[in-house]
Each structure stands twice: as C-alpha cells, then as structure tokens.
C-alpha cells in the first residue's frame, strides 16, 4: 500500500490489482464505481501526496482530490456523461476498510465518509473552474469547445499550432491562473516524497511536561509575560525595553547580560531574543507603547509542555532576532537567506536517529544545501570557504539556542561507524563517474571523483570523523514529540510506537510490515499483545486476520512480520502449527522454506503442490493480475502450463484465486476454459470508462 516514486511498474502492477478487486467488489455490493476515477485517485495519493500512502485517507486528501486532483487531471469533454467521482471515492474507502487496507492510523471510515460528503457538492464547480485546470486539460477543452475532434491527433495538432501562433480564441484570465500555479510550484503534481522516518519510542506527557518544567528558557519566557502582566510595562517608541526596565528584567530573569555603560536594551543580546521570542510565541505583545502579557496565553503558561511547544515553534521566527545583521556594517550568512528551510532540514535529519549525529557530518550535509540554493561558482576558495565559516557560526548559534531550550543534547565521543565511509562498492563506474565532488566529499567517497582537492577534502572529512572525540548532537524526546507533530501536519508519516495499540490485528501487522524495522516492531506488537490481557486470545485474533487476508502477498507480508515480531522460538513453533492448518498451511510452507527450516524433500507431495499453487497466486498478484500476469504466462511457455495444471490440481484454499489463475492461463496460454476468460475480461473492462483522458 505503498511505493517509492520510481517503483512505477511495480505501483502501476499493483493499482490494477487493487482496482480490478474493487470494481468485483463494487458490483457484488451494488456500490457505484468509476474504474478510472479510482484509478486517478490511488495516483493522487501516490504521486501528489509527501507520504504515499494509499491506504490513509484524511480530510484533507478529500478536499485535496475532489477539489483540486481531480479538475487539474480529469478532461469531461463536452457532451461526455460524467462519473460521479465523490460516489467512487465513498466505494474506495468502504472497499480499503473492508478488504483490512486501510492505515489504522487515520480517522474511522464514518469520518472520513462524512468528509466526502461535505466536498461532494463543491466538486462539479471546481471541475468546471478553469483556473483549477491542468495546462493540458485547459488546451483540449478550449479545442474541443471550438468543434475540435481532440481524438484526431492531426486535428487537435492544427489547433496547437494555431494557439502558438496566437490565433485561437481561449480564456486568458484562466491560462494565466493556471501558468501561476506552476510557476509558483502550487502545481500538485510536483510535490515531493518525503523521506520515510524510523518509528520512535516517547515517555507520557506527564514525564515530557516535568522535563518541559525544567527548561531553563521555559522558565524565562514564563517569567517574562508575568513580569510584563496584564497591566504592561513601558516601552520606547521603537517598541524595545526601556532601560531602568531592562536591567530589571535582566536580574529578574538572569540573562546573564553585562549592563554596566550600556545605554540602550538593543545591546543586551540575550534579553533581547527572549523578548523576540516571547513576542513570537504569542506571550506577550507591545500595545500603544507598553508591553503587555497576553490573556489568551495562561493557558499555555500553566502548562510546561505546552508552553515548551510553544517556544519551539517560534524558533522558526527568529531569524532577525537570532542571526541577523546587527548594524550597517555587517552582513547576513547564506543560512539566514534559507532559515526555516535549513532548520527544518536539521531537526528532520536527527529525527528517528538511533546514534547521535557528529558535528562534521551535519556540518556537510548543511554545506551541500548551501550549494544547491546559492550560486557559488563566482568567488575564490578563500572566500567560499569565509563564506561557509560565517554560516557554520550561525548554525552553531542556532544549535546554543536549541541547546538552551533543551531541543537537542550535545555531548563529545567518538562517531559511529555509520557515519563513516559510505560503502559504495556496488555502486558501479557509472554512478562514481557521474557523482558530483561535493557529494563525493561529502559521503567520504574519495575514489568517486577525479578531482585532486575533491579527493583531499573527502580524505580530510574522514580524518575528522576518525582522529578523536567530535560534538555529537542528538534530539532530546521534548524535540522529538515536537518534530513529529510538525511531520504530521505537513502530511508525512512518522510512527510512534504504541500508537497502534487500538488498531485492528489486520491494521497492525500490514503497517509493521511495511513502516517499522524488526526491533520496534517487536515492542509495538508486545505492546498490543498486552493490551488485549489474555496471550493466545491475541495470538488467535492475529492469527485469524492472515487467514482472512485476501490478498496473497499482504498475507505473506503480515505472517512473517508476525513471526519475526515474537520472541526467539516462538515463531518456529507457531509456523510448525500452522503448517496443518487447512486455510493457512500454503503461507506456513512458504515461511519455512524461505527461513530454512523445511526442505523441498521433508515436504509431501501435497504439500509441494500447495507452495507451488501459493508460488504461483502470488505472482499473478505482483503481476498485477490481468495483462501482466497473462504476459508472465506467456512468456514462460510450456513450464507455465505444466506449473498451472500442477497448481489446479492442489489442495490450496484460495479457489477464487486458483479460478483467476485457470482464467488467466486460459486467456494467456490456450488452455482449457478460454470461453470463462473471455467473460471474465469483459465483466472486469466494463467496470472501467473509457471516455475520460487524463492529460
């Protein structure tokens, strides 16, 4: 239920699977569906989303599709009977809950329903909104509007050389919304996959708040709003602190700023960011000349962790006040040009670490930002290498702040060994050839460049890493929760173990499977287990959501993330059950022969034929069934019909699949029953329109 961006075949193999299942489905439930429709949205999730998960449906991918997706991507020519998109939507979603692939993760499958229902009656007007439309779909309908036959290559080619030229009529108002859109990078289609985050482990809130309430900066900015009050303390016309107040405060709040001969606030650095800080966080504010602690704002001011979350925020604000110049005289670094973006970067690339990060490789991986946002061609090395020290001072000054807020932890050792080399012995002359040597230097990959001084710089960084004790920098867990709510909100997936506490045995194994490595995983799944009280209650209801699992591949997956989630030999022994169990002995078979705990020779000739059959259903569905699985018939020849009549000859439970297999060898290879694969080719093309082109 999810894809990397560049595993096209395999997502496209896979969306015909899960769309061919879902108009059978449709159709047995009396339920309207739009082949296509269900086809554009599953690409919506998958191209035009940063987490690319197609089984997690929120309010915001609803409104996304019907309202923006889907008028941007969908041509309704004129005269065209148009799909009811919000009604295949409300059938995909039933589908995912009930065929056990939706993320438990994300709202209940009434919320989301009631999400649908709540666009559905903006979608026609958005899809008639040419403003909303792609550049592609505005042209052909602009052609098809002026009598063009947009089906006849020659002829819509005719129209395009006369819109080239200037000479076909179309509505510029909207052309120029939509050349706005894409100049602005608004275009969904170019929205970036996030990396994907390792789940991370947090204490309860309560521990997280006694840890917020030991916040130096906590306390301060505390300090500061009940020092300023609700009835305001006065301020100079520029709105800084006068100074008899800011001596005050610098005592009150111990800052630790020199006061002696200062004349003016705007020289005490600390006590002037926490004011910035304060103001920006929406503490305190300035109000007809006096500086005043915000009511709304008590709340938060109770709350440690809140008032934690609060300040971490506003970190993203501080530019000014943090780095930026402080006179005439002075200029800014390139970070404070790209601020929020390299912060943001920072947090996220600690975020989920197992082993602290040294200094050197942040530093680096800062450096290799500033050279994709900044064109540094121009400039001696000398000074490149000013300019990059100037911008490695304020980073640090960012991280004292961080420091100071108790964001992140900073500590001396040694570097893990995965911060080493980056062993690309694989990798092939192509790609060292090709690499640039700042990405050279970067990884440690001196042999991956020809440049001399690229080559002595990797080996230099590398010498750093390795000659002694280096800063390390970790994440403290205040950040962690932090960072993850910010992922969160920006659509990315970050798991939390015991977050799938309440979630279905169904929904736990499929996201074990596909988000957690081995060692969380077995925490997560221990947690669930626990949860339910009784050990072999738990193990039955896990246990039974494999056997009901229709897919044959999401099965296997589930099955073995759960044996490798138990404890040392458990697994074994559950898998030795299984393997007499009627419905689940093909999965159990498979599980043993690929750990190597059963023999092709221990094996009956029963149970040979089930692996085979279980071998060959799982194919066909990686296939993606229908065309691709007949081509993969195909190709095989002759093995493939002696491999298929062996199959349908087993015990294996799944007959529909075996049914689907026999259609299909029928279709691909001739075999027996090709009148059954012609109907059931046709039952499945009809659930598809033909009519749309998505452009």
Not at 155 to 170: I, K, L, S, T, W
Not at 189 to 201: D, I, K, T, W
Not at 243 to 261: K, Q
Not at 587 to 612: F, G, I, K, Q
Request: proline letters at 4%; a negative charge; one cysteine or more.
């Amino acid at each position: 239920m999810r894809f990397e961006p560049e595993a096209e075949e395999e997502f496209e193999a896979a969306r015909g699977l899960l769309i061919d299942r879902l108009v059978r489905w449709a159709g047995e439930q009396g339920l309207p569906v739009d082949g296509y429709m269900a086809e554009t949205a599953l690409d919506y999730r998958h191209l035009a989303t940063a987490d690319g998960r197609l089984g997690l449906w929120e309010s915001r991918h609803v409104e996304e599709l019907l309202l923006s997706w889907l008028p941007q991507q969908v041509t309704e020519l004129p005269g065209e009977e148009r799909a009811d998109a919000p009604g295949t939507l409300r059938t995909l979603l039933r589908y995912l809950h009930a065929a056990q692939l939706a993320d438990p993760r994300g709202p209940s499958l009434q919320d989301v329903i009631a999400a649908v229902d709540r666009v559905a009656e903006q979608h026609p007007a958005a899809m008639t909104d040419r403003t909303r439309w792609g550049l592609a779909k505005f042209w052909a309908m602009t052609a098809a509007e002026q009598g063009v036959d947009v089906h006849d290559g020659a002829a819509f080619e005719r129209f395009a050389d006369r819109a080239r030229r200037g000479e076909a009529a179309h509505d510029q108002q909207a052309l120029a919304a939509i050349m706005e859109r894409r100049l602005t990078g608004r275009e969904l289609s170019g929205v970036a996959r996030a990396e994907p985050q390792l789940p991370v482990m947090l204490p309860p809130d309560d521990e997280l708040r006694r840890r917020a309430e030991g916040s130096k900066t906590v306390a301060q900015l505390r300090g500061l709003a009940e020092w300023a009050g609700q009835g305001g303390r006065p301020v100079t016309a520029t709105g800084r602190l006068r100074m008899a107040e800011a001596r005050e405060l610098v005592d009150v709040l111990g800052t630790g700023d020199r006061v002696e001969g200062v004349r003016s606030s705007a020289d005490l650095p600390r006590l002037g960011l926490l004011v910035e800080w304060a103001k920006k966080a929406r503490l305190v504010r300035v109000v007809k000349g006096r500086l005043y602690a915000v009511a709304k704002a008590r709340a938060v001011l109770a709350d440690p962790l809140q008032l934690w979350l609060r300040a971490f925020e506003a970190c993203f604000e501080l530019r000014q006040a943090l780095i930026g110049a402080r006179s005439g005289w002075h200029v800014e670094s390139m970070l404070f040009d790209v601020y929020e973006h390299i912060l943001d970067d920072v947090l996220n690339t600690l975020y989920s670490l197992p082993y602290p990060m040294p200094w050197p490789r942040l530093r680096d991986t800062v450096h290799l930002a500033y050279r994709s946002s900044f064109q540094l061609d121009a400039g001696s090395d000398l000074q490149h290498r000013m300019w990059f020290e100037h911008a490695d001072r304020d980073l640090r000054a960012v991280l004292d702040l961080l420091d100071d807020l108790g964001a992140v932890e900073r500590d001396r050792g040694m570097a893990d060994p995965v911060f080493l080399d980056i062993d690309l012995s694989d990798a092939g002359p192509e790609l060292l050839a090709d690499m640039p040597p700042e990405l050279a230097e970067l990884l440690g990959v001196a042999g991956a460049t020809t440049d001399q001084a690229a080559r002595e710089r990797a080996d230099a960084r590398r010498e750093e890493l390795t000659a002694g004790p280096v800063e390390l920098i970790r994440l403290t867990e205040l950040a962690t929760r932090a960072v993850r709510q910010r992922l969160l909100a920006a659509g990315r997936d970050a798991p939390l173990v015991g977050e799938l506490v309440q979630a279905s045995a169904a929904g736990l194994l499929g996201v074990l499977a596909e988000d957690y490595d081995p060692d969380a995983a077995r925490t997560e799944l221990a947690g669930w287990i626990t949860a339910r009280g009784e050990r072999e209650a738990a193990l039955r209801q896990l246990i039974d959501a494999v056997r009901t699992m229709t897919f044959r591949t999401r099965a296997q997956a589930m099955l073995d993330v759960l044996l490798a989630a138990l404890p040392d030999g458990e697994g074994e022994r559950l898998l030795r059950r299984l393997r007499r169990d009627t419905r689940l002995a093909p999965l159990a078979l498979n599980a043993l022969a690929h750990r190597e705990l059963l023999s092709p020779e221990d094996m009956t000739d029963a149970e040979s034929l089930l692996v085979l059959a279980e071998s060959l259903l799982q194919l066909v569905e990686l296939a993606g069934g229908g065309d691709g699985a007949e081509g993969m018939l195909r190709a095989q020849g002759s093995q493939a019909r002696d491999a298929v009549s062996a199959a349908l000859d087993s015990a294996h439970p799944d007959r529909a699949g075996l049914d689907e297999l026999r259609q299909l060898a029928a279709r691909a290879l001739g075999t027996h029953g090709a009148r059954v694969g012609r109907a059931r080719k046709a039952r499945r093309s009809s659930g598809r329109s033909g009519r749309k082109r998505r452009r």
